[in-house]
């Protein structure tokens, strides 16, 4: 048996799953199967075995071997909430809210979404992608294999195109699998009413991101001062006719309704929530939607931190993404997203890993291929640097602990 890279003397094998596992909910939640002492074989980008390093079969021949004397293996986390094709950062606006301006406040002066969107609109695509690639990297190296990228700061028909080309093109430039979805619907420019806005993108931007076949999703900014209920199911609706599943940005600033509109729209996740209660909690549960946590988001605004322990004693699923964007989250890490689950929204680091990777994984209709140490799965795993357990990950936060990065069953950065 020959394969082409092995992984010897693992100390702990995390997340190891049969391929009919595909979401952690409710008490399952606390399930992480870890395999001690072990190998893992990997072929032609593929996991191909596993096991404890006592059962590793005398004849795998390998053409490269990896001794992770010490190391923790876990699958590549999958990031299921980001913006990260944008053109600038925006630290003007953190010194705003240092000085005591809320989101709300910055957004009303025109700034926020706005001026993300003024930026954006002045650079041609390749530079771009220029801008946005470090940034696909500098997941990669923090322990990201597959990310969904967002448009919403193009809101032109063109502009919106051009975000959206940008975000496929990574997947060109780099090893990430990239979903990507259409989030026109994110604010309204200022040179245009509301309601001519939301007929340019069910009339002119949908058609012409579908027909290019760009978005695998479609997402609207439900919130008080953006898109209102109603409005969110037209625009839902529109995207849905091209074949785009909706994903909402939900709950984030007020108690806006979003939860209500992902569940009866069938949205694969609702994702923020940082302001829900439990009617919240009850249309979740009669729903197959991914509730989606974003606690970075929560931290940089200063805002409450999603109810994770209600939704998992509920018997709920939770994922964990990162919303890196330059507004409101600007950090794709994941681990840290893990550290602050656990420590601001009283998840164990068990809970919080399932919420980083099969259930992020599922959120992306991704869970065939990502997500869990699985035979037959896209071989996309990371090695820590040596570490005592892996609660160590979640707990440690703001170390880089991730050493060797594998994608596509190619090492990839180390
Ligand atoms: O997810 N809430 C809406 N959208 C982003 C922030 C966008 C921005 O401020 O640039 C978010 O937090
Ligand atoms: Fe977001």
Redesign the pocket.
Known sequence: MICDLLLTNIKGLVQVRNADFTRASGKSMAELPVLTDAFLSIHQSKIISFGSMSSMPANLKSLQTIDCNGRFVFPSFVDS?T?LV?AAS?EEEFVMKINGAT?QDI?AAGG??L??ARKLQTLAEDELLERSLPRAWEIIQSGTGAVEIKS??GLTVKDEIKMLRVAKRIAQHTPLTVKTTFLGA?AVPANITKEAYIQTIIQEMIPAVAEEKLANYIDV?C?QG?FTPDETEKIVEAGKAFGMKPRL?AN??YNSGGVQVGVKTGALSV??LENIGPEEIEALKKSAVMPTA?PG?AFF?NLPFPLGRAMIEAGLPLAIAS?Y?????PSGNMSLMMALACIKMKLTPEEAINAATINTADALELSATHGSITAGKQANIFITKPIPSYAFLPYAFGSQLVDKVILNGKVVSE
Request: proline share 3%.
């Open positions: 909430h913006h944008f925006r989101y957004a926020g979404i001026n993300s919403g700061y994110h900014f919130e953006f940005h984030q600033l994702d923020h974003l988001a605004l919303d964007n330059p507004g409101s989250a």
